[in-house]
């Protein structure tokens, strides 16, 4: 069964601390993205990567980072927290089918509501 | 960026009703996706649809896409409350560099009352 988990379900920082959100999947899949996702803004691509080491900035990328060491791990970095980043943090992987018209299903975590203070 | 217009936001009804979510946009998708999303879980996989003017069908749930791959929609008939919860759109796009990258919509809160 395909899995994808993230580290906490809720989290609570302050203002300036360093957040690490983390993401892992077991279902070897190539892509893994992170999305936040705020009502009536739908789910915002803050990051994607599409291999080990590769990444690249999605829709709204300011005030974060990423990383992936590893094919199945995923992580989502907080450089500074700050109130307007307080979110549900959603990570999704994909697998990756070249050249061809096909449905990716993204495959999404439980996500992660962060609120900071 | 390509921007997918979800309709309506926020949908209130009874068990037994029919109802029409829609999705539109200016751009040409290579495949919609619909995802259902209850409280404290990610989105789950409804369908996906990849060809223009393709109709799919799960269970009360009609899912469409539009001739010229702009828009889609879905139409459920009969709902009941087990329907309730959050449905998302979401286009696709073809080509190499897309990487599976999906376009959400905003998505629709839909509340079927007993």
């Known amino acids: 069964d395909v899995k994808v988990t993230q580290s906490s379900r809720y989290l609570v920082k302050r203002t300036g601390e360093k957040v690490f959100l983390e993401c892992v999947q077991d279902?070897?899949?190539?892509?893994m993205f992170w999305y936040r996702q705020d009502p009536g803004l739908g789910l915002r691509l803050i990051y994607f990567s599409y291999d080990v080491k590769m990444k690249e900035k999605g829709d709204i990328p300011e005030g974060y980072s990423v990383s992936r060491e590893k094919k199945e791990r995923f992580s989502l970095i907080l450089e500074s927290a700050s109130t307007n980043q307080t979110s549900m943090y959603l990570c999704?992987?994909?697998?990756?089918?070249?050249?061809?018209?096909?449905?990716?299903?993204?495959?999404f975590g439980p996500g992660t509501r962060l609120l900071v203070l | 960026t390509q921007l997918l217009e979800q309709s309506p936001q926020f949908l209130s009804i009874q068990e037994g009703e029919n109802l029409t979510v829609y999705c539109n946009s200016s751009s040409v998708f290579s495949s919609l996706q619909w995802y259902r999303q209850e409280p404290g879980e990610g989105p789950v996989l409804l369908v996906t649809v990849v060809t223009g003017g393709e109709v799919k069908k799960l269970k009360r749930l009609t899912f469409q896409f539009g001739d010229a791959r702009k828009d889609s929609s879905l139409h459920i008939t009969a709902a009941q409350p087990g329907d309730t919860g959050l449905y998302l759109c979401?286009?696709?796009?073809?080509?190499?560099?897309?990487?599976?990258?999906?376009?959400f919509g905003q998505g629709t809160i839909l509340t079927v009352h007993p």
């Open positions: 279902m070897d899949h190539e892509n």
């Open positions: 999704a992987s994909s697998l990756f089918i070249f050249g061809t018209r096909v449905k990716e299903t993204q495959y």
């Open positions: 979401a286009g696709g796009y073809a080509g190499g560099t897309s990487y599976g990258k999906l376009t």
